[in-house]
């Protein structure tokens, strides 16, 4: 009986295919396990970005249509007028309308100073009244005196409700901003009684005392009534007081009209700001929830035919977040291709040695005789080991990804580190086996950035399959210098070399190709596959080659190294 056919190495296609499915399986559940991805209607980047650029606009309007100190600028230029105005005035009726008693006293003549008052004052315009020495009013410009009697002047209010509907949502426009804005300081409210005295008026009173004053009223409805008094005086002897008064209207109309310019301005400004932040918004928005539905797709595992959106060509970080979604989503389609591929070379591996260990624990109990038995039991003790290795290898494996992507990186110095395996391989050895020939540059940089312990088990790897393939009385050469911004190790040995077409293959998961004589089952196939993983983890290369002699003979085989070296700077 050939016990060495129960180590069959192929394994049923539909094993793998099983494997493969079931992978494919968990991974369409894992896709819609969770809440499908909610498009919103308006973006809330969008919002923001335009509630931004609103404010940033309408916070110094909103400061512009305060126009505080403006309008008291022109209250302070308007009673100045006023009071101009009031001296003139106050002069001609002490010139005009002054009358001396028998005793010498003068006194004010009233008819005089109304007519004064009706040459001088235009109640179009202002107000005029005259108060004696008693504090009576003797003379009003809004009331004239004619054959039919007294007539009293009043100033009609401007109508409130514009003609067209424009100016109607202007003025409401106009309203509501003003009422958002912070109060001034109240003033004294302007009322008239029906019999009108001095001391009815602060400044009045003020000026009767030989001292002109001004006051800024409102009236009801809220408008401004400015007053200024001045003193009626003839060679300084107060007779009476003038007091010229007039609306308001100007000034809230110079005020209203600065204010609807600048709404005017501001308007034109917040729609081009609106324009802008929208064409902003689309811009920055739109892309990125363009990649936000083909990463929610790719993610409920709709198949590789989703493709997320190239926006590279924009050459900003919205490009540069485009490219790494889709180098990300590339490179987990490929991390989830080799997890399956694992997957089934595993199966595949492990079921070789069960394989084995049955048909040799089913034969074991029908056999009687005790040399095939221990046989057997050997076979079973092989594949045990052998499982016990592919076990330990797989593990190794499946962690190398994990712990690379953890680890901290820092300088390692190949040199050093190919010095001191070739010191332990000779120590180990005591001279036997092949000879290990080391080449280093000594006025070199040789340090590269990476995990010590990995790339020492790189570096053993190499070492030991070169030393298993090669003579007894041959040589193994480890070679390692600086090129520009890489350190390369090479390692020659000068065995069978590698057989043609497989300079690749052997890199490959569970591949094994043995020397002669070796006993089966001895490796797991895993070795140079780790390394691999280690050197790319490490952002650099793996090669292999076999060296030929003059007549074009393999002579033996060559791994070569290239890492990223290490510069202080």
Not at 43 to 52: D, E, V
């Amino acid at each position: 009986m050939k016990l060495q056919a129960h180590r069959e190495r192929d394994i049923l296609s539909d094993d793998a295919a099983e494997t493969a499915s079931v992978f494919d399986k968990a991974r369409r559940r894992r896709g819609t396990a969770r809440t499908p991805y909610r498009r919103r209607r308006f973006s809330p980047l969008t919002l923001r970005i335009l509630t931004l650029n609103v404010l940033a606009i309408a916070i110094p309007v909103a400061g512009l249509l305060y126009l505080d100190e403006y309008r008291e600028d022109l209250i302070r230029s308007r009673l100045a007028s006023l009071r101009t105005e009031a001296e003139l005035i106050s002069g001609a009726i002490a010139t005009s309308g002054v009358v001396t008693g028998p005793l010498g006293d003068e006194r004010l003549l009233v008819e005089a100073t109304r007519a004064t008052l009706r040459r001088l004052v235009d109640p179009a315009e202002s107000r005029a009244r005259v108060f004696d020495q008693d504090g009576s009013l003797i003379a009003d410009s809004f009331r004239l005196a004619g054959p039919a009697g007294i007539v009293e002047i009043e100033t009609l209010p401007p109508p409130n409700w514009p003609a067209d509907l424009f100016s109607r949502l202007m003025n409401d426009l106009y309203d509501w901003v003003v009422s958002i804005l912070p109060d001034r300081d109240q003033r004294p409210l302007y009322s008239e009684r029906p019999e009108q005295r001095a001391n009815d008026y602060g400044e009045v009173m003020q000026s009767l005392t030989g001292e002109p004053g001004s006051v800024v009223r409102e009236d009801e409805d809220g408008r401004l009534v400015l007053s200024a008094a001045v003193p009626i005086q003839r060679y300084r002897q107060v007779l009476g007081a003038l007091m010229l008064s007039i609306e308001g209207t100007g000034i809230e109309e110079s005020v209203r009209s600065l204010r609807f310019n600048i709404l005017a301005v501001f308007g034109i400004g917040l729609f081009v700001t609106v324009m802008l932040s929208l064409y902003l918004a689309g811009t920055i928005a739109r892309p990125i929830r363009r990649l936000a539905d083909a990463a929610e797709l790719v993610r409920r595992g709709h198949g590789r035919e989703t493709q997320l959106p190239n926006f590279s060509r924009r050459q900003d970080e919205i490009g540069e977040l485009s490219g790494a979604l889709r180098d990300m989503t590339q490179a987990l389609w490929q991390r989830m291709d080799a997890i399956e591929r694992f997957a089934a070379d595993v199966a595949h591996e492990i079921k070789n040695p069960l394989t084995s260990l049955r048909s040799a624990v089913e034969t074991v109990a029908r056999i009687e005789d005790p040399v095939q038995q221990r046989k057997l039991m050997s076979v079973i003790l092989d594949d045990v080991q052998r499982l016990n290795r592919l076990i330990s290898d797989i593990s190794e494996a499946s962690r190398v990804d994990a712990e690379m992507s953890r680890s901290e990186m820092e300088p390692v110095d190949l040199g050093r580190m190919l010095a001191t395996l070739v010191d332990l391989h000779e120590t180990a050895h005591d001279g036997a086996g092949p000879h290990l020939n080391l080449e280093i540059s000594a006025h070199q940089t040789l340090a590269v950035r990476g995990n010590e312990g990995r790339l020492v088990q790189v570096l053993r790897n190499l070492l030991q399959n070169a030393v298993s393939f090669s003579p007894p009385d041959g040589e193994i050469l480890l070679a390692c210098a600086r090129l520009g911004h890489t350190v390369r190790v090479i390692i020659s040995d000068q065995g069978p070399g590698i057989p043609p077409g497989k300079l690749k293959a052997i890199f490959d998961r569970f591949y094994s190709e043995r020397p002669q004589g070796e006993k089966f089952g001895s490796h797991s196939g895993l070795g140079l596959s780790i390394s691999k993983q280690i050197v790319e983890a490490h952002g650099g290369t793996i090669e292999a080659s076999n060296i030929f002699d003059a007549n074009d003979r393999i002579v033996g085989a060559r791994f070569m190294v290239t890492l990223p070296a290490f510069d202080d700077d």
